[in-house]
């Protein structure tokens, strides 16, 4: 009989002993310790505009900041998903904090087509109100007048009045639909302005911005004083450089950008970089400070809304040194924004979030091997309706878009709402013709979708079908009559000097972001199983202690110990 040699079965008596005793040895304090769900006095909830899942694994490693202190110390899924289909900024603002899908919102798109009007209306407009920063009722006016649904913020304020919500964003859809109906104060950026917001008929315009005075004045003042200038602030970045050739121009991807040559020129580069976002923090943690944001009885609400990765991401790609130098720098001013917290008397639950990813601009994923492409919006559009004209013999176009060619509105002759009869032989018509494009994945009849039953309960996010995800786009009276979910990696949109890069799709590299909880001296997990954008708001409304409309459509995740809330 095969028998080990002494020395060998002697180690081998001995490694037994010690699994033994392992075994049998109690577990470790810190495995059996209980992890206690927070119970903060301040919560912050951040939103990265077009923070794909992707962009976060990318750079994972190499966040060492605020964003790396998130990812290390704080409960972490990385696959969070907006569970829409029309995965743009209005309408994934819009899911945050709610709890609900768009087709209850109501924001549906950045910008949809108002059939009774016969004309196109931003997803927030409110014409009875003016902007703060232009009383003479110039710029976009917005409130949150068009969201449909309440916000956690909301929810809050109804069971404790004492509660403080404040929003600050680069964008005025990412402030609004994340602060909701009744927050005391919501700004976004001018960027030569500084922070502003909207007045309603009666109420006073400096009034409205006393709480930004001081820090508008004072970024005014430093702007003129030390004008922001980009450069590398990590030369690993430069290693991205590269030539590229979109829309028939060509350009090199590298900083510093070409200098722009003109007033208009020179604020737009501005805001779109990562000064944008350097500012919003600051201007958060201003408010956080002069109000006192965690330091008494009641639980009060920060809403961060970072709207540069999208800027960029749209004017260079997501790939590139661009975006490499922005979201390092980003980590690196997320942390002293972070550090600041530490200020606050009470607990700080922070959240992060994005309201939807975003792919690479199509010539640098096809030099990659993706079979990527463009869908130029404007030709698609004409020769759509050509083609159905000359079927349906019409002497007008039939169809029109408002935010994009993924939500076509049937119109009558008169631009505005058609017959029922029209409308049917329309929308048969066009989706016929749809069917037969290579670039299209499948169009959809609204009504169908309108109607059609929920997946199961539990149906796990990335595993919900396409159509599934059109129909929680489709809010009835603003969404178009044919919804068009386009093959993957398609961009629709031409190429432009400002404009190279896009989302908005039904695929996972629009729709999969991550999610991330963190509280001081809490727990750092890995929860790889995909959660929705839709359960942060019912997780925050249970570790509080509010109560939740009865319709969400998400569910409490435990921060705490074991599976419940």
């Not at 931003?122 to 003016?130: E, F, I, K, R, W």
């Not at 000064?275 to 919003?280: I, K």
């Not at 149906?459 to 919900?464: A, G, R, S, V």
Request: charged share 20%; hydrophobic share 40%.
């Amino acid at each position: 009989m095969f028998s080990l040699p002494k020395t060998v079965a002697r180690k081998a008596a001995a490694l037994a002993a010690l699994t033994a005793a392992l075994l049998a040895a109690p577990l470790a304090p810190a495995l059996a310790a209980p992890v206690a769900a927070p119970k903060p006095k301040l919560v912050v909830v951040i939103s990265i505009d077009q923070f794909s899942a992707s962009l976060f694994e990318q750079y994972r490693a190499d966040f060492h900041g605020g964003l790396g202190r998130l990812a290390r110390q704080g409960t972490v899924y990385p696959s969070g998903y907006q569970s829409h289909g029309m995965t743009e900024t209005c309408p994934g603002h819009s899911t945050l904090l709610t709890g609900k899908y768009p087709n209850k919102t109501g924001v549906v798109a950045n910008d949809f087509y108002d059939l009774a009007t016969g004309k196109k209306t931003y997803c927030l407009d409110d014409p009875s109100v003016t902007l703060a920063n232009d009383p003479s009722g110039g710029g976009r006016l917005v409130s949150p007048k068009l969201l449909m649904a309440t916000t956690y913020g909301d929810w809050l304020k109804a069971v404790s009045p004492a509660s403080k919500v404040y929003a600050v964003s680069g964008k005025d859809r990412g402030a609004i639909n994340m602060a909701g109906h009744q927050a005391d104060g919501v700004f976004w950026l001018e960027t030569r302005f500084g922070m502003t917001t909207w007045v309603e008929p009666g109420q006073d315009a400096k009034a409205r911005l006393a709480p930004v005075a001081a820090f508008n004045a004072k970024l005014v003042a430093d702007q003129k004083k030390k004008p922001f200038v980009w450069t590398y602030a990590d030369k690993r970045c430069k290693a991205l450089e590269s030539d590229y050739v979109t829309g028939g121009r060509a350009w090199r991807a590298a900083l510093p950008r070409p200098a722009a040559t003109d007033e208009a020129g020179v604020t737009n580069d501005l805001s779109i970089s990562p000064y944008t976002d350097r500012v919003t923090l600051e201007a958060a943690q201003a408010l956080r400070e002069e109000f006192k944001l965690g330091d008494g009885e009641a639980t009060d609400v920060l809403t961060i809304s970072l709207s540069a990765t999208d800027f960029i991401g749209h004017r260079y790609g997501a790939k590139g040194p661009e975006m490499c130098d922005h979201l390092l720098r980003l980590d690196d001013r997320l942390g002293a924004f972070l550090d600041g917290l530490g200020k606050v008397k009470g607990q700080v639950l922070v959240v992060l979030a994005a309201d939807h990813g975003g792919s690479d601009f199509p010539e640098r994923l096809a030099q990659q091997g993706y079979d990527a492409g463009r869908v130029p919006s404007i030709p698609w559009m004409k020769a759509l309706n050509a083609q159905v004209r000359d079927e349906l013999k019409l002497d007008y176009d039939p169809l029109v878009q408002a935010g994009g060619i993924e939500s076509l509105y049937v119109v009558g002759a008169d631009g505005k709402t058609p017959t029922a009869l029209d409308r049917a032989r329309v929308v048969a018509a066009a989706l016929a013709i749809l069917a037969k494009r290579p670039e299209v994945y499948e169009a959809y009849d609204a009504n169908t979708l309108l109607t059609a039953a929920a997946p199961p309960k539990g149906t796990p996010p990335d595993e919900i079908s396409v159509a599934e995800r059109m129909r929680r786009s489709a809010y009835p009276g603003r969404v178009g009559d044919i919804l068009v979910a386009f093959k993957p990696y398609q961009t629709l949109a031409a190429a432009g000097a400002t404009y190279v890069a896009s989302h908005g799709s039904p695929w996972d590299y629009d729709r999969r972001v991550p999610i991330l909880f963190w509280w001081k001296g809490g727990p750092a997990r890995e929860r790889v199983l995909p959660i929705e954008t839709v359960d942060i708001a019912p997780t925050l409304a249970a570790v509080t202690g509010v109560p939740a409309p009865a319709d969400v459509d998400g569910r409490c995740l435990p921060l705490g110990a074991g599976p419940g809330c």
